[in-house]
């Protein structure tokens, strides 16, 4: 139902290192349900986005002592800038939530869309 958690949802993932590369891929699915607040019930759409962190650890390997022990890394967030299904949440006494027109159910999906994140840190 609008609102509440679903009944499926799925996280996998692959991961893989080499020296100081590190890389991994993570699927992320919400299963289709039903939206019983529109008349008649409606099928939300199934989720499914995936999420990319890369690092390189310099370790020894930099020319300079300033970045020996330094990792860089990029986080993103749904890749492929999937958007969330749509949802029609209609003005009615049966509603669980205060009525926005915003096209998503929020617990169970993000409008952000894709997100890159740089970190870098160093370690002492």
């Given at each position: 139902?609008?609102?509440?958690?679903?009944?499926?949802r799925l996280r996998?993932?692959?991961?893989?290192?080499?020296?100081?590369?590190e890389s991994?891929?993570?699927?992320?699915?919400?299963?289709?349900?039903?939206?019983?607040l529109?008349?008649?019930?409606?099928?939300?759409?199934?989720w499914?986005?995936?999420?990319?962190?890369l690092s390189y650890r310099?370790?020894g390997?930099?020319a300079?002592d300033?970045?020996k022990?330094?990792?860089v890394?990029?986080?993103?967030?749904?890749?492929?800038d999937?958007n969330?299904p749509?949802?029609l949440?209609p003005?009615t006494?049966?509603?669980?939530l205060p009525?926005?027109p915003v096209?998503?159910?929020?617990?169970n999906?993000?409008?952000l869309?894709?997100?890159m994140?740089?970190?870098?840190?160093?370690t002492?």
């Amino acid at each position: 139902m609008i609102g509440e958690p679903i009944d499926l949802r799925l996280r996998g993932g692959l991961s893989w290192a080499l020296g100081g590369f590190e890389s991994a891929l993570s699927l992320n699915h919400s299963g289709d349900y039903k939206n019983p607040l529109s008349t008649p019930a409606t099928k939300v759409a199934s989720w499914t986005t995936l999420d990319l962190q890369l690092s390189y650890r310099l370790d020894g390997r930099a020319a300079a002592d300033f970045l020996k022990r330094v990792t860089v890394a990029l986080d993103i967030q749904n890749l492929t800038d999937k958007n969330p299904p749509f949802v029609l949440i209609p003005s009615t006494p049966r509603s669980p939530l205060p009525v926005f027109p915003v096209g998503y159910d929020p617990p169970n999906a993000s409008p952000l869309g894709r997100f890159m994140a740089l970190q870098l840190k160093k370690t002492w």
